[in-house]
Nanobody
């Protein structure tokens, strides 16, 4: 079992920055994939960025060049640095963890990010 707790959301003007953090309840060194998803009002939950245990990253096209995901295995945290924020980045951001053996996915409770124009 892994509990994930997000922090760092809030209200920011377009063009601004926020840094989200996700703290895991146990060591993340053996968690295969960690990442962030977001859900805008009335829309499905979409991938924002992921990072593997080996450090490989993947980003949604809409955030490439603006967002950076990182993980700190010593602190059991995953972070998402969000720069040049746009109103369309607004939504609830969820931390995600995937263990492959056995295949199990974990989700945090989410943190609200609102970008005003």
């Amino acid at each position: 079992q892994v509990q994930l707790v997000e922090s760092g959301g809030g209200l920011v003007q377009a063009g601004g920055s926020l840094r989200l953090s996700c703290a895991a309840s146990r060591s993340i060194s053996r968690i295969n994939v960690m990442g962030w998803y977001r859900q805008a009002p009335g829309k499905q939950r979409d991938l924002v960025a992921t990072i593997t245990s080996g450090g490989s990253t993947n980003y949604a096209d809409s955030v490439k060049g603006r967002f950076t995901i990182s993980r700190d295995n010593a602190k059991n945290t995953v972070s998402l640095q969000m720069n040049s924020l746009k109103p369309e980045d607004t939504g609830v951001y969820y931390c995600y963890a995937l263990v492959i053996t056995p295949m199990t996915a974990y989700w945090g409770q989410g943190t609200q990010v609102t970008v005003s124009s």
